[in-house]
């Protein structure tokens, strides 16, 4: 099984699938050709599921950062001897630069080793298990490199060291002296044969022009100057990196069944595209990186959930990154899972939930953006107006909620809430969304009945807050969006109320937010969220009190790696992030908090250029 802790990987992205690096130099998650792909390399999630590994014989210290403004990575390791310089890259296609980050990518994992002084041995080893491990391609030595072939797709390794092959596996040693340099690529290319190896200096070439590709995105869309400007950029490329650019498609996360607690069963496959998530991450991006490619997720979103409105049906609260609509959950039993955590799984069974709120996170991204949207086509301005007509008439009905509980449905108070906000957006985008005369009164009463309902049956007196379920007591940490989403403001008695409840009863020792303390109809235990501690942050800046939001941002911020990558939790016990990584949540609720903390700052506000 694997044991290497989440927080020792690093992101690849070529905004079509994603790679998992150690710090160590061995890649242990690759999906080619798709973020939702089977795995060539999994040993993220068990020992005998691939691995590519490039490293310093010997090395003493291992260093680590992404090149500039990019998800280019470099780690330099020392020897006693020497130094060895490792950059990696899921390549871009030739030439690409700003809205095309992406557009042309050629499925290719590109790895340069070069010595920087004394002298290094290189130690290489090349496991490839196609499908999640399932498979043993047979490899053999070509010109130029190494071929896998007994997959569907061959995978071609383009290298000039020698490589010992050992039926599945490949190994290599190479004498490196100051100014010395090998190069690699791994490509995915079905039909390809030994004619399309890379030379070294196309490999060194394509480096360049993929850290030039991400840097003329970064340049072109990163514009936030406030507080945690790395923090906040940083994710702004995370979530970059987590689009799938032929769609607009965002995924929840570039791994499945990272365990939500050591040893439990709470896992799950984020590889697709929730609404919520998606919509949340367009937000944020327009703090952190200036979305300009929205308009293309919501025409990918009008047209993979065409029909289902107006069938009087519910909008399926995700989809696969090309649309697909069914993601049926299977587990892979032949794999032990990270620290044991079993099962794990493909797939994800909540694509049949019912999940109200994901008509107001649409509905609110598509009004925070719509400074930067053209007109929208014919289908899906009508799409958006039947977003709200749903809205309105489900909102009464009981769901499955924000946090997916399998088991009953229930009135959640998020849920009606984000419905009020579905409503209470679709209001002022009437304009153009088509939403004028009787449609436009029936939102606005609409609205209005469910504000009535919150305030009504949301909040508790024997809790003293705005708790989980109308007519419940239990606290949520999602209560904390009522003053976030503009429902209440954060300096009503009630909200303050809400969030220092949620501050005392529902943290961990290291102060940090649980979603929620009660039974869901799930086994085991989990970690603590950091987008709801981030959640908390924002909720107190809006409240005033910003020393306070200070505290419990750095606090969250902390648990980020050295690069600045955040998981979904934190194991309260060790401080360990858990779950799957990077977690677009987390980077949402960063970008988000530090945000609203610069906005109530007078003092040193935020500024976007």
């Not at 044991?3 to 690759?30: F, K, M, N, T």
């Not at 906040?232 to 069944?257: E, F, K, M, N």
């Not at 925070?368 to 958006?384: E, I, K």
Request: hydrophobic content about 40%; glycine content about 10%; overall charge negative.
């Amino acid at each position: 099984m694997s044991r290497q802790p989440i927080a020792e990987y690093a992101l690849l992205s070529d905004c079509r699938s994603a790679a998992l690096v150690h710090r160590s130099g061995s890649v242990d998650w690759l999906c080619f050709p798709r973020f939702d792909a089977p795995s060539v390399f999994g040993r993220l999630l068990d020992e005998g599921a691939g691995h590519w590994s490039i490293r310093a014989a010997g090395a003493t210290a291992i260093r680590r950062r992404y090149l500039g403004s990019t998800l280019v990575l470099e780690t330099e390791f020392e020897t006693p001897d020497g130094r060895l310089t490792l950059t990696d890259a899921l390549a871009v296609g030739p030439n690409e630069r700003g809205h095309e980050l992406g557009l042309r990518s050629p499925h290719a994992l590109l790895r340069r080793a070069e010595c920087t002084a004394g002298s290094v041995e290189l130690e290489l080893e090349y496991v490839p298990r196609p499908d999640y491990g399932r498979l043993r391609p047979t490899l053999q030595a070509v010109p130029g490199g190494v071929l896998a072939t007994g997959d569907p797709a061959p995978l071609l390794l383009s290298s000039l060291a020698p490589h010992d092959i050992d039926g599945g596996s490949a190994r290599a040693r190479v004498k490196l002296a100051a100014g010395e340099s090998r190069a690699f690529a791994l490509e995915y290319e079905p039909g390809a044969g030994p004619e399309a190896w890379w030379s070294e200096k196309e490999i060194q070439r394509r480096l360049e022009e993929t850290r030039r590709a991400w840097h003329s995105w970064s340049r072109l869309h990163q514009r936030y100057k406030g507080p945690w400007r790395d923090l906040v950029q940083v994710s702004g490329r995370v979530l970059q990196g987590l689009t799938y650019q032929p769609t607009g498609a965002i995924v929840a996360a570039a791994t499945t069944s990272l365990p939500e607690a050591v040893g439990g069963s709470r896992n799950w496959d984020y590889r697709y595209t929730w609404i919520r998530d998606a919509s949340l991450t367009l937000e944020a991006l327009w703090v952190a990186a200036c979305p300009d490619e929205a308009m293309q997720f919501f025409d990918f979103l009008a047209g993979a959930a065409v029909r289902q409105l107006e069938d009087d049906g519910d909008l399926q609260i995700m989809f696969g990154v090309g649309g697909e609509r069914d993601l049926s959950e299977h587990e892979l039993p032949h794999l032990s899972g990270w620290r044991d955590s079993r099962p794990v799984r493909i797939g994800n069974a909540a694509w049949t939930q019912r999940q109200l709120d994901v008509y107001g996170e649409l509905l609110s991204a598509v009004h925070r953006l719509r400074g930067q949207l053209g007109a929208f086509s014919p289908a899906t301005a009508g799409f958006l107006a039947d977003v709200a007509d749903t809205a309105l008439r489900r909102w009464r009905e009981p769901d499955h909620g924000i946090w997916e509980i399998r088991g009953e449905r229930r009135h959640f108070l998020h849920s009606k809430l984000m419905c009020w906000v579905a409503l209470d957006r679709a209001v002022e985008l009437a304009a153009a969304i088509g939403g004028d005369g009787d449609r436009l009164i029936r939102w606005r009463e609409g609205r209005d009945e469910i504000r009535r309902a919150i305030q009504e049956q949301g909040w508790s007196e024997p809790a003293g807050a705005f708790t989980q379920t109308l007519g419940g007591d239990a606290l949520d940490a999602s209560a904390l969006l009522i003053p976030i989403v503009g429902f209440l403001p954060g300096n009503d008695p009630r909200v303050k109320a809400t969030v220092n409840a949620i501050a005392e009863r529902l943290t961990d020792s290291l102060g940090l937010v649980y979603r929620y303390r009660v039974a869901d109809g799930l086994a085991g235990e989990e970690g603590s969220f950091l987008l709801c501690t981030f959640w908390l942050a924002h909720a107190l800046a809006l409240g005033g009190e910003l020393v306070r939001a200070r505290e419990v941002f750095g606090r969250a911020a902390a648990f980020a790696n050295d690069l600045g990558l955040l998981a979904e939790e934190v194991d309260g016990a060790t401080g360990e992030l858990l779950g799957n990584f990077p977690q677009a949540f987390s980077h949402i609720g960063l970008v988000n908090a530090a945000w609203a903390i610069a906005q109530a700052d007078i003092d040193n506000p935020a500024v976007r250029a």
